[in-house]
């Protein structure tokens, strides 16, 4: 991770309505960079801070916001301390509308010390990474929250692919739920995914019938040895453009 974070008055990023962007980063940075980086922080996100107990947990919520902040703020050319946000009913940060009239989109994930940010212009996005590795009561799991289909697909799997194939399904379906902004007030066993290793990212059903699958497009992501993604955007009409910003000196 570089020790200089990439200046927003000099390097603009632009996002065309048919791309969604990623951008891959490590938590994990030197003390002076969380420093500043919570220095980009509103006043109740430092108040959200404060109250993990654990320092990591502390910094890790500060560098993941702080970043948010730059790149959004380098998307609308915007100072990123000056950025507001609103919250969907579950919690979904969006940008406050009566202060911006972009219709840039994001959401973000962690998992461990990796963050990763999907953006947007004019389409829902959700996304989620998950360590593949991750250890869970992976039965209970798929008892309570899968599909019958999901449950069938899962049970044909050989042993070796149990694992990625729970992780599959869990990345995909967060995905889905943080794009309509659901959160865990979803009823999870009523959408079905692809989870099969190997096989399309594709979602195959929900409660809301086809023209809410067909709303969405449903891709996995590349996010290096160990850890699964999956990104979904409204449309069929684009395509994904991906940086590690732990590779960035310099926002292109």
């Known amino acids: 991770m570089p020790h200089n974070i990439p200046d927003w008055n000099t390097s603009l990023l632009v996002l065309p309505n048919n791309e969604v962007h990623i951008w891959l980063a490590s938590l994990d940075v030197p003390a002076k960079t969380c420093t500043r980086l919570r220095s980009f922080l509103s006043e109740e996100e430092i108040s959200r801070a404060n ?96 599909s019958e289909q999901e449950k069938i697909a899962y049970h044909t799997v050989p042993a070796e692919l149990k694992q990625e194939a729970f992780i599959n399904c869990w990345t995909r379906k967060e995905a889905y739920i943080k794009a309509r902004g659901e959160g865990l007030a979803a009823h999870l066993d009523q959408i079905t995914v692809s989870l099969v290793p190997g096989d399309e990212p594709r979602l195959l059903d929900t409660q809301a019938g086809e023209h809410e699958i067909t709303r969405w497009t449903l891709k996995e992501i590349d996010v290096g040895s160990g850890y699964v993604a999956a990104v979904i955007a409204e449309g069929h009409d684009w395509h994904l453009r991906q940086w590690d910003w732990s590779w960035v000196r310099d926002c292109p």
Do not use: W
């Open 51 to 146: 109250r993990f107990y654990f320092p990591q947990d502390r910094d890790y919520f500060v560098v993941g916001r702080g970043l948010l902040r730059i790149f959004l703020g380098q998307y609308l050319d915007s100072d990123p301390t000056t950025l507001h946000f609103t919250y969907g009913r579950y919690g979904k940060p969006v940008l406050d509308p009566n202060e911006n009239n972009s219709e840039l989109s994001f959401n973000m994930s962690h998992s461990k010390s990796k963050v990763i940010y999907a953006f947007s212009h004019g389409r829902e996005v959700g996304i989620d990474i998950e360590d593949l590795n991750r250890d869970v009561d992976r039965e209970q799991i798929v008892r309570r929250n899968c």
